[in-house]
């Protein structure tokens, strides 16, 4: 689990958090439920941040996040705050774009290339590595290309080429060499088995979209968050800040330029989320969870979620999806995407469209970060009074933000399981 940069000191009961945003939120919940008296400030008009479910006529749109992974801390955390969560579907078909049309992602030529290459050694593990490097030798280029890449730009919004290996994969913690990519992947199997089996598994929503969640978080701090709050950061008592790493960087910047600069040097990718409502299904996508898009095929799109397959009981009208692309989508632009992935579909199927495009959707998990995240924690290893927090330190998911945040609150002085 990646540690919240820096430290509060649990001496003073009083915590003040910039952003109201998941991140914010939810350390807040668990600060507050540690005896802590917290102060949201939220420069918006509403909390939430990124994550918003937008009520359309037909249908609801998030804006982000559509489902949270659960892990226990995910289950524990939806039990305290009484939420009944809506399990996604089980056992949909996850496609990958290849050759023309969605298909399964596990053909045979994939597995034997994986079988016959699993005895070799993979690259030694060090700070420069990528994810493409250190998969390149077991699944050859074009495997790359049209399966891992995919994949993990499902997740992360970027290629592996661009992908810190360290990063994405923390459990390798500070092994620098496998024997074999067997050994590698026995690693993971065994770390799989040796979690615990959950009353829920797998991803899930709300009745009225992700929006739930954050209302239920923001009812138990409603006495503790301030909207549209102009103030900045003083440093006179415990600050953790959980904005983006470049609203940090600029809300730092005149009491720590160090810090600010370190914080200025994280990239962001840009990304567009639309939901897209059609008088009929598209048949390539039926009984699909989505579609992963290799970028070289035409697509606007990197990835397609099938809401009405995931979460039939919040889309019992018309067929939803929802698109992924780095760019803000036109009208002539989804058409385009459907017209691949379904020929049938014409426009008049489109009884609506909702696009929120974000400039700065997520961070991007390459080496300039890790480096970043690594001098942040060292600058911040003599602050007894500042943190930061976001989806730059602990990870995109929502998932791991609630297990970092949970372990920083009950254990803010704690530094020994800290990757750095
Ligand atoms: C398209 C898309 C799909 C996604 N899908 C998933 C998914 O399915 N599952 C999943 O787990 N994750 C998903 N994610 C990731 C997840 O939604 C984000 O990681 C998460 O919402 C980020 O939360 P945050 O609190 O770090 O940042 P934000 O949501 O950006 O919140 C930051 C808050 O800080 C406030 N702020 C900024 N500057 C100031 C200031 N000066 N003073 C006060 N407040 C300030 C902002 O107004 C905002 O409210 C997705 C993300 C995107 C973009």
Not at 107 to 136: H, M
Not at 307 to 331: H, W
Request: hydrophobic share 40%; charged share 25%.
């Amino acid at each position: 689990m990646k540690r919240i940069i820096g430290n509060i000191d649990p001496e003073n009961r009083n915590v003040s958090i910039w952003g109201a945003g998941f991140s914010g939120l939810v350390l807040g919940y668990y600060l507050k439920d540690q005896g802590y008296n917290v102060t949201i400030h939220e420069k918006s008009n509403k909390v939430g941040g990124k994550i918003q479910t937008i009520k359309t006529g037909p249908g609801l749109a998030e804006t982000a996040a559509n489902a949270l992974y659960l892990n226990q801390d995910g289950l524990d955390l939806l039990k305290e705050l009484k939420l009944e969560p809506l399990p996604a579907t089980k056992k949909l078909k996850r496609l990958i774009f290849l050759k023309g049309k969605p298909r399964k992602p596990f053909q045979v030529s994939l597995f034997g290339k994986i079988a016959a290459n699993s005895y070799k050694k993979p690259p030694l593990i060090s700070d420069g590595l990528t994810v493409a490097d250190f998969f390149r030798p077991l699944l050859g280029e074009e495997n790359l290309k049209h399966y891992l890449s995919p994949a993990l730009g499902g997740l992360y919004a970027v290629p592996a080429e661009r992908l810190h290996f360290k990063s994405i994969f923390p459990l390798v913690e500070n092994r620098a060499q496998f024997d074999s990519y067997f050994s590698f992947l026995k690693m993971f199997f065994k770390y799989q088995k040796s979690q615990p089996k959950l009353d829920i598994s797998g991803s899930v929503s709300f009745e009225g979209g992700m929006q739930t969640l954050i209302n239920r978080l923001a009812e138990v701090l409603k006495h503790d968050i301030k909207l549209n709050s102009k103030e900045k950061p003083r440093l006179n008592g415990n600050t953790v800040i959980c904005t983006d790493a470049i609203s940090a960087s600029e809300l730092i910047k005149d009491l720590r330029p160090e810090i600010s600069k370190e914080l200025e040097r994280i990239e962001y990718r840009s990304l567009s989320s639309t939901t897209l409502f059609l008088k009929r299904e598209i048949r390539s996508l039926q009984k699909a969870f989505g579609v992963l898009i290799p970028l070289e095929n035409g697509f606007n799109s990197i990835g397609i979620l099938n809401n009405k397959a995931i979460f039939p009981a919040n889309n019992q009208n018309l067929s939803a999806y929802t698109l992924i692309s780095p760019k803000d989508l036109t009208r002539e632009e989804v058409l385009s995407d459907l017209k691949l992935l379904g020929p049938e579909i014409t426009d008049e199927d489109i009884q609506h469209i909702e696009t929120t495009y974000w400039n700065h959707a997520l961070p991007i998990y390459n080496l300039q970060l890790f480096l970043a995240i690594k001098k942040l924690h060292q600058l911040c290893l003599k602050e007894k009074n500042l943190a930061f927090f976001g989806n730059y330190v602990a990870g995109i998911s929502l998932r791991d933000m609630i297990s970092s945040a949970k372990s920083f609150a009950r254990n803010p002085t704690d530094h020994k399981n800290s990757q750095y």
